[in-house]
Each structure stands twice: as C-alpha cells, then as structure tokens.
C-alpha cells in the first residue's frame, strides 16, 4: 500500500503467496469492515 500512501491497520498486502491454485484474499477499507462488520474484526 505504500505507493498509495495507506496505512494497513490490519493483516498484509498482497503477495507471492496468493496465487490461483491458494485460498482466496482480499483487501477491506476501514469503511467497508465497519459496514459490513460492525463491532467486529474484518479479519477471520
């Protein structure tokens, strides 16, 4: 996120890791997570 200017709060950026045959990933702003997940951690 450095290229952007943000700050992570929480968990990781994308990397080498996060390939077609692996779970899943995403990256959630801080509006969506307390929309979606209020009171809660967006993360597991």
Do not use: C, K, Y
């Not at 390939?19 to 990256?27: F, K, M």
């Amino acid at each position: 996120m450095d290229v952007m200017g943000v700050s992570m709060l929480e968990g990781r950026d994308f990397d080498d890791r996060d390939t077609l045959d692996r779970d899943l990933v995403a990256i959630v702003n801080d509006r969506a997570a307390q929309e979606f997940w209020p009171n809660q951690n967006a993360i597991g």
